[in-house]
């Protein structure tokens, strides 16, 4: 059996018979396409449903299937399959319009109305065509005969699912998903986890929530929790005075490493400095007095919290230390529903986390009166937010993204851009989920 595979990349404008494989696409929404000659079955899929409109169009005989909401930013394709079937098109018929053309050959037609355009699911689509008519035995009108087109059944609705047992189980989103999937394609050489939970219907946006990213300095926020814990426990005094000796001092974000060795601080001072301004001495600091990280990790897996994990005191610059955007949501739903802390200590930890001093990430993507208690993290190849926004309507969501990528700079603009994305959905309440 012949199969000939096409793909919206360079590599689509060469021969094609000695690909086996369909490739995958690099234009907008159009994810791929095929042509199987010895079904005379053209394969598609978008990577958002589609309602593809269709016709018959004589002399020359072509098929042309019309996809209204999916851009192709590519320039034309032209790409010849032999037999029968000339070729295949693929161009922008309009702005936001792609137009895929199947050319016969000029010695031959199809009946429309054996033409059979069925999806599967609103992404996945086949173009079966039946036998070829000689031209010279039909006779054919000039105008384009209307194809009917089998619409899919729709997709069935996913069970409920909960990021904790603290939120109610909530459904995914899905315009705002479809929405934050073409942001993401914009910026191809980012490696992005996103996750936003609606704290009032547990309604969410995910992707990858449940993958271990190097965690950098947005593991000192579920360090700020399980401190405070054993605050509230009575293992250790806010008003505490510590001494910052050598071992602690290292290099990174924060003020402590420019001060004499043998500084005192309060407790309440070092923690706030180990979030505020993503002090590394300071966190150290919290972390010896904890009792090191073998007992941090303990109090890790207590909070339910298996892939959050120190593996090097900060700053880690290899990235050694984990967490997901998962286990993320839940200590921030924990802190939220204050069920693990002490009225008091969840107002401290509040407080410290609305003052985090870096507003170039989830915070910048915000509106007007907004607020946001979160912990940002960066180490050069990775960086990352999480935390709880307020809107001035009311509305209160969860927020965790994690960026993984070699050009810190894209990451740096993709962040705020899907924040917005996301703080502007909730705000205008749509109508549709």
Known sequence: MRFSSFSLSLISLLWFAALPDILP???????TWSFDRSRNQLNFTTDEGVQPIAQLVPSPARIVIDLPGIRLDRPKINQLVGGNVKSIRIAKFERQTTRLVI???PAYTVDAQKVLVRGTSPTQWTVQLPEFQSTIATQTSNNPIAIAVAT?????????????TLIPAGQQLTWLKGRLSSIRKTYPSLSTGLLFVDLETGDYVDFNSDKVYPAASVIKLPILIAFLQDVDAGKINLNEIWTMTNDVIVGGSGEFQDLPVNTKFTAQNVIDKMITISDNTATNMVIKRMGGIKYVNQRFAQLGLPNTRLREWLPDLGGTNTTTLKELAQILAMLDRQSILSRSSQANALDILRRVKNRKLLAAGLGQGATIAHKTGYIGTMLGDAGIIEMPNGKRYIGAVIVESDRADSAWDFV???????????NSKPRFK
């Open 416 to 426: 705020p851009e899907v924040s917005q994305t996301v703080y502007t959905y909730f």
């Open 25 to 31: 696409a690099t234009a907008d929404t159009l994810q």
């Open 103 to 105: 050319d016969l050959d």
């Open 152 to 164: 899919p059944p729709p997709a069935p609705t996913p069970p409920p699912k909960s990021y904790s």
